[in-house]
Structures are given as structure tokens and as C-alpha cells.
């Protein structure tokens, strides 16, 4: 009987729509005429989930008593004996009652596959086995209930239900999820939009991975060598020398260009372990590729070229990054062709990015301008006419005539121009003389002996040397040239470099040491500014060759190591008037960022005046005219008068007093001096006294504080003032008919605490400003103060080491969330 076929709908959080997308598929099949049953399906009280059900078979679930308990399962042995084509099988990572034929729900799937019946199962990212670390880490929240990988890649179609975070926040708030009395919670935790973002970017990559896998089984199965480039992959070749870094930030580029892409870095070791690289380079190349969200990887191969490339085809990169030898042309020549030639011989549609390895490691230099031709071309020179003469000399012997004398000579010729090409003028004249020389003595009569008897060839030899000289000439002029233009395009490169990071207002101080540094070939360059040293790049060292420019009026820049000619005096003048504009720029950014303090406490004069001026004199005016009524003589008072206008005189003085505080606690928070005394502390004993403080009883306000949370590290008393700010703001803008609610959660090591309103809410472009002091959302009303009570509160908060933000109400309204660390189980502060 041939197995059946697995189907798994995968989510990244509960409330997606698996069970709902696995019921749609078992009606639409059972309508083709597919027999499809059942078998167990957990619609958690969604009507619509459950009202898929209709219409399809549902196989009864066999009851089971633990523990006194009465639970349901799934009836393996009925649905085998049923045996339909598909069964419909949810919450694969179910974990089966004890004393059940099989420990895990997967396993029963496993035998429903055995006996031919194809199943559709669902299960959410959190319960496969190798990302529950990751989900714990993400959410806080540890799954007992996982399968393994192995099942699940078994499987013969995934498929990801998916839907957008904010999607899956709206279902939840209306309703769709979970009951209403688990909302709040379940939005301030698990469903929290980060970390539903993390959980669906999990299963995206999940099964990307899973899907790149099957491609290349497919690929190895049909004997498939070509590079199909189904997504950006790019290799990096690391040798273990000083320049890999290099390499790897820039295949990281290439990778960041694409969607999707994937660095990986390799490093070919020998077989025999000759080939030794820099351990402690490497090390620092392979934690910066793991940086860089790339994996690294070693293979052995005697033929670095050939191993990188088979690496390549086998990882099914589209391209490889590698450095250029660091080998001279001449070794290159002797050894045979290099890595990066033989990679690209071999790459085939592998695109071989070669990244030169001396400007990698050394930067940006400026050419020399010197004479026509280096020295190193005069010895080429020399080497050619020393080597190809005699076996140019030889080669005519052999092949001498009576008719030949015009093909010797113009050989010779031919090997003057050559060498006057190569080595320049005095290789040339070299050449010139010794081929005279050799074609008089081997090829004239008399022959071997050297003689000039006729002037014909006394001008043949000074034709030689005219020649000689005539080509190297145009050589050493094209060289200079050449030089020139070098020179030109290098000038042109560091101006435009300079003038780009002002033109962009980067802070360009050190990026312009440096370069000065690489550009004049210098050990180490000093910028200084008024005696004190600001930048530095290599080991500048105290020499005769320190050279002292001045940068400005009070900057001074020492270049060590090096001599400047001229031109590079000129360019050095350039660096240096844009050194010292980005030192002005620097100077003005610090004298602005002094007076953007002085700008704010002048905001906060002035909010303080006008609120002083605007709240201080009703109480004010209240209590000096209850006290003056009362000093009045010729007015006769009752007794409850009198006790009216102390109750009047009290409570003035009492806002007064609370004024003031707040007012000084607020300049302690900005002023970072808030004395904080932390504490063990339960939420038993604080709420009550902030309920108290505002006379709020259960008509008031809903609580809901589990007597089972840990308690918190917190100073009590900041922490009641705290809750009696947002309590009285959530009472001053509840809706009518409404109540408060304060609840109280626990969620990564953290307890939250959450006053929820359901009034007005604050415009998404306040959220930020509504914490800064003297800010009120209702300036018409007298009675809400001068807005410092969520600037002190969280002053307060952030003093005990928490956090306070602001969320929307599900529904409308506002939600602030005050999380403080859990004390440790020991009784301990955390």
C-alpha cells in the first residue's frame, strides 16, 4: 500500500487562520469528490471556524479519564478503521493524554500515513524543535509542546498561512482570537507587534530554508551542475591574510543589494597543512561574517582556485568574491596562472568579483610623478636583451644564407624596438650597439671578426642606435605621460572625496587624516587644534622628516615618515583648507548643541511662568480669600461657615504644596539627582494605598491583579505617586458609562502594569511630547494642572529602573504601561 501524503499548514502565531485555511481545503476537496473526515479539530469557540465543520464528517473523539479528569482525543483506531482518503488532523505538536497508544499527536499522524490515508495537519513556528530556543527568546514564553524538524521536513507540502502583524492585532481585538477578558493581556504580551513581526520573518525564513533545501535534492537527484540563481548567494574566498575583512564587507554589499541574499565566507585549507593562515586574522574574519548574518565554512583542496569554485557550485552561488594574488607578475609567470584567473576559467556562470588586495589593504595612494620609466622596467629591459639576443643570435646562425643578411638585420631592428618598448632608452642603446656589434662579427664578411670596412656598415650601426634612440624617446614621453594622467586621475579622486564629505556635512576630520596619510605614503599624521590632539591615523613618530603645517588659526597638522614635493604641497594646501572648514563646522555644531539646553530650560521658564500664572491663582486667590474672610471682624460667621472657607483656605494651601513638590521633583528628574530607594516590593501593598488616595472603590475602577505575580524591585512610595497620576487621568477622560481598569501582568522577567481608559486617546503625533512637562490635552480646564504628572511619572519610573509607554485602547482610548523588573524567587532585588 503506497503512504500517504503529509500536508502541513504552518503559522507563525495562533489566530492566523490554519485550522480555518485546513477546513476550507477539506470542503473544496470533499466537493471533488475526495472522502475526506474529520478526525480531530480545536476550533477554540471561533463560530466561523466552527462553522466549516458543517457539512464535512467528523470523526468522534475517544474520551480518556486522568487524574479524575475526563479529557477527549483523537480516535486513531477509528479513523484507520473509517479509513478515508484525507483525514483532517489539527494541532500537530499535540502532546496525547499519558496512557495513550502514542506520547505525541504527530506520532498518530505518522500511522495514518503508514496505512495510505493522506492527512492535513496544522502547527504554529513556535512548536518545531530548533526554534523554540529562539521563540522563548523573542516572546518570554517557553513551549513544552514541540516536534521535530525531521517530521516536518518529511512532509510532502508546506504551506504558511500568513497574515500581517497589525492584521493579526486587529482579529484580536475584535474578538476573533480569544474571549474578551484575555484581550488586553494577550495584546501587552505574546501578540505584542514585535514580536509577532519576529515570529512571522521565523516562518518565513523557515521555510524558505525548507524549500531551498528540496530545490537542491532535486538538483543533485537530476544531476543538475548548473547555477540556478533562485536567490543572491555570494562566497567570499578568505585566505587568513590582512585584507579578508575587506572582502567580506564587500560581498556583504553585493548580498544587501538583493532580497533575500545569503553570505557565506570559505576558507581552503591544505591537505598537507603547509598552508598556514594568520589563526588570529581569521578568527576575526569568521566573527565578522557571523556579524554580518552570514555563515563561514572550511573545506580542504590542494588547488585553492578549483575549491572555491566547486564550493560555489555546490552552495549554488551566483557569485564569488575573491582577492587578487599578492604575487608579481614574474612569480605569476613562473608558477602558472593565479586564483583569481583559474576561478575565473573555471567559474562558468559564476560571476568572480576580483577585489584588489594592495588597495584593499593599504587604501587610496597617490602616484609619484618621477622620471619617464621605472627602474624596474630598465632591468626588464637589460633581461630581454640579455636573454632573447643570444637566442636570436643563435636562431639566425642556424638558419644563415647568402640571401638572409636582410631578414638578420632586420631581427636586430626588431629586437631594438622591442627593447627600447620595455626598458627605454639606454636598454635600447645597449641592445643597439651589442646587435651592430653581433651582426658584423657572425653575419659579415669576414665573418667573426670584427671589422667596419665599408661605410655602409659603419651607417647600419648608427641607424641601430638612431632607431634605439628614437623609439625609446616616444616610450619615455608615453610614460610620463602616462604618469601624468595617473597622477591627474588620483588628484581628481581624493579632491572630489574631500569635497563630497562636505558637500554631505559628514564629519569628515578623520576621514580626511587618513587620507592624507595613504595619499602622501606617510607612517602617521596628527591633526591638532589649539594644542590638543584630535585625530590621528598610523604612528606618527617625532622625526627630521616631521612636517608642521598649519590648519588655521589654531590647528597645526604633523605629517611623519615622508617628503612632499611640490605637487603634493599643492594638494596637502587643499586638505588642509578643508580640514580646518570641518574643524569651524565643528566648532559651531558644539556651540549649537550648548545653546540647545539653554533654548529648552528657556521652554521651560516660560511653560513655567505662564502656568504659574494660570494655576497658581485660583487655589491662591481661594485661600487668601478665605483667610481674609475669616480675619474680618465685622462679619458674623456661623459655624459652618467658618468650617467652609478653612476646608476652602486647606485646600488651596494643599494644591499649592503639591505644586511646589511637583515642581521640585520634576527639576531633581532633569537635573538626574531623583533619590530612589529600591526595594522588594508586592503590588498588594501599593495598590490599595493609590485606590486609597483617590477614594476609588470597585464601582470605579475594574482590577485585575493576579494574587500569584511575583513581586517587584521598585521604591513603593515613587511607585504609588506613579499609579495616582495615571489613575486620575484615566478616571479625569474615561468615557461614561466606563470603567478604568488596572491590571497587572507578568511577561519576561518583567511585571507589567497597565491602566486602561477607554476615553478620547492621544493623537499618534503627541505620543511622544505628552511625557515632557507642561503638557495638558486640555488647556480650557482649570482643574487638570500645570501637565507634570506623566513627566513626573516617568521620571519616576525610569528612575526605578522600568519603563512607561503609551498603547491605544482596543476599542478607543489609552493604555499606559508601567514594567518593572521581578524580583528573584530568593527574595532578592533582580
Do not use: C
Amino acid at each position: 500500500m503506497p503512504r500517504g501524503r503529509l500536508r502541513v499548514m504552518l503559522g507563525a502565531a495562533p489566530g492566523v487562520g490554519k485550522t480555518y485555511t485546513m477546513l476550507e481545503e477539506g470542503t473544496r476537496l470533499r466537493a471533488l469528490g475526495t472522502d475526506v473526515v474529520a478526525a480531530v479539530v480545536v476550533a477554540h469557540g471561533r463560530a466561523a471556524t466552527e462553522a466549516l465543520l458543517d457539512g464535512l464528517e467528523v470523526v468522534p473523539r475517544r474520551t480518556v479519564e486522568h487524574r479524575g479528569v475526563e479529557l477527549t482525543e483523537l480516535d486513531l483506531d477509528a479513523v484507520l478503521a473509517r479509513a478515508p482518503q484525507l483525514a483532517l488532523v489539527d494541532e500537530l505538536a499535540h502532546t496525547n493524554v499519558p496512557g495513550s497508544e502514542h506520547a505525541k499527536r504527530w506520532e498518530d499522524v505518522e500511522a495514518m500515513l503508514d496505512a495510505g490515508i493522506d492527512v492535513i495537519s496544522t502547527v504554529n513556528i513556535q512548536h518545531i524543535e530548533s526554534l523554540n530556543g529562539v521563540v522563548e527568546q523573542v516572546t518570554g514564553t517557553h513551549q513544552r509542546e514541540t516536534i521535530p524538524d525531521s517530521v516536518l521536513r518529511r512532509a510532502d507540502q508546506i504551506e504558511v498561512v500568513d497574515l500581517a502583524p497589525e492584521a493579526l492585532r486587529d482579529r484580536l481585538t475584535d474578538g476573533v482570537v480569544y474571549p474578551a477578558t484575555r484581550i488586553d493581556a494577550a495584546l501587552s504580551n505574546y501578540f505584542r507587534l514585535g514580536n509577532l513581526t519576529a515570529l512571522r520573518e521565523l516562518a518565513l525564513l523557515w521555510l524558505a530554508d525548507e524549500v531551498d533545501s528540496s530545490l537542491e535534492r532535486y538538483r543533485a537527484e537530476h544531476g543538475i551542475d548548473e547555477t540556478w540563481e533562485a536567490r543572491e548567494r555570494v562566497v567570499v574566498g578568505l585566505v587568513g591574510g590582512p585584507h579578508g575583512e575587506t572582502l567580506v564587507r564587500r560581498g556583504a554589499r553585493i548580498v544587501e543589494r538583493s532580497v533575500g541574499g545569503e553570505l557565506l565566507a570559505v576558507h581552503v585549507s591544505s591537505q598537507d597543512g603547509l598552508r598556514e593562515p594568520n589563526p588570529g586574522a581569521l578568527a576575526a574574519q569568521r566573527t565578522l561574517v557571523e556579524q554580518l548574518g552570514g555563515t563561514y565554512h572550511q573545506v580542504v583542496g590542494d588547488d585553492i582556485a578549483l575549491a572555491l569554485v566547486d564550493f560555489a557550485r555546490r552552495a549554488n552561488a551566483t557569485q564569488l568574491v575573491i582577492g587578487v594574488s599578492r604575487r608579481g607578475r614574474q612569480a605569476a609567470l613562473l608558477s602558472g596562472a593565479g586564483i583569481a584567473a583559474t576561478a575565473i576559467r573555471e567559474s562558468g556562470d559564476i560571476d568572480v568579483h576580483v577585489v584588489s588586495q594592495t588597495h584593499a589593504g593599504e587604501g587610496f595612494s597617490m602616484p609619484r610623478l618621477s622620471g619617464g620609466l621605472t627602474v624596474r622596467r630598465r632591468v626588464y629591459g637589460f633581461a630581454v636583451a640579455l636573454i632573447v639576443g643570444p637566442l636570436l643570435t643563435w636562431l639566425l646562425v642556424g638558419l644563415h644564407s647568402e640571401d638572409s643578411l636582410t631578414s638578420e638585420v632586420l631581427s636586430y631592428q626588431l629586437l631594438v624596438v622591442v627593447v627600447a618598448l620595455v626598458g627605454g632608452i639606454w636598454p635600447a642603446l645597449f641592445t643597439a650597439l651589442v646587435s651592430g656589434l653581433a651582426l658584423d662579427y657572425f653575419f659579415v664578411e669576414p665573418l667573426h671578426e670584427i671589422s667596419i670596412g665599408e661605410p655602409l656598415h659603419l651607417l647600419a650601426l648608427v641607424l641601430f642606435l638612431l632607431i634605439a634612440t628614437l623609439v625609446s624617446l616616444v616610450v619615455d614621453r608615453a610614460a610620463r605621460r602616462s604618469r601624468t594622467a595617473k597622477r591627474a586621475a588620483a588628484e581628481a579622486e581624493l579632491l572630489a572625496t574631500v569635497a563630497g564629505g562636505v558637500i554631505r556635512g559628514e564629519d569628515t576630520v578623520q576621514a580626511l587624516v587618513v587620507r592624507t596619510r595613504e595619499a602622501f605614503g606617510l607612517a602617521g599624521v596628527q591633526l591638532f587644534h589649539e594644542d590638543e590632539v584630535v585625530s590621528t591615523d598610523g604612528e606618527p613618530t617625532e622625526t627630521e622628516q616631521t612636517h608642521r603645517v598649519p590648519v588655521g588659526d589654531r590647528g597645526r597638522l604633523e605629517l611623519s615618515g615622508g617628503d612632499l614635493d611640490a605637487a603634493d604641497r599643492r594638494l596637502l594646501a587643499v586638505i588642509v583648507t578643508q580640514l580646518d572648514a570641518a574643524l569651524e563646522r565643528q566648532e559651531l555644531a558644539a556651540t549649537a548643541s550648548e545653546l540647545g539646553p539653554l533654548t529648552e530650560t528657556d521652554r521651560v521658564r516660560s511653560a513655567l511662568l505662564a502656568a504659574v500664572g494660570h494655576d497658581l491663582r485660583r487655589p491662591l486667590a481661594a485661600a487668601t480669600a478665605a483667610i481674609t474672610t475669616l480675619r474680618q471682624e465685622d462679619i458674623h460667621l456661623s459655624a459652618d461657615d467658618r468650617e467652609a472657607l478653612l476646608e476652602t483656605a486647606e485646600d488651596g494651601l494643599a494644591a499649592l504644596s503639591r505644586l511646589v513638590t511637583n515642581l521640585l521633583d520634576v527639576s531633581r528628574v532633569q537635573a538626574g539627582v531623583l533619590a530612589v530607594s529600591l526595594s522588594v516590593v508586592g503590588l498588594d501593598d501599593i495598590v490599595p494605598g493609590a485606590l486609597d488616595e483617590l477614594s476609588l472603590g470597585p464601582a470605579d475602577i475594574e482590577l485585575d491583579v493576579p494574587v500569584a505575580l511575583p513581586a517587584i524591585t521598585a521604591d513603593g512610595g515613587l511607585l504609588q505617586r506613579v499609579l495616582v497620576n495615571l489613575l486620575s487621568n484615566a478616571m479625569r477622560f474615561e468615557s461614561a458609562g466606563s470603567r478604568p481598569i488596572l491590571a497587572a501582568s507578568e511577561f519576561a522577567g518583567m511585571v507589567q502594569l497597565r491602566v486602561i481608559d477607554h476615553g478620547p486617546g492621544i493623537p499618534g503625533e503627541r505620543r511622544e511630547t505628552v511625557f515632557l512637562p507642561f503638557q495638558r490635552l486640555g488647556d480650557t480646564d482649570n482643574t487638570t494642572g500645570i501637565g507634570l504628572g506623566l513627566a513626573l511619572s516617568k521620571g519616576f519610573v525610569e528612575g526605578m529602573g522600568g519603563i512607561l509607554e503609551a498603547e491605544d485602547t482596543p476599542g478607543g482610548g489609552l493604555t499606559m504601561v508601567v514594567s518593572l523588573t521581578a524580583a528573584e524567587t530568593d527574595g532578592s532585588p533582580a
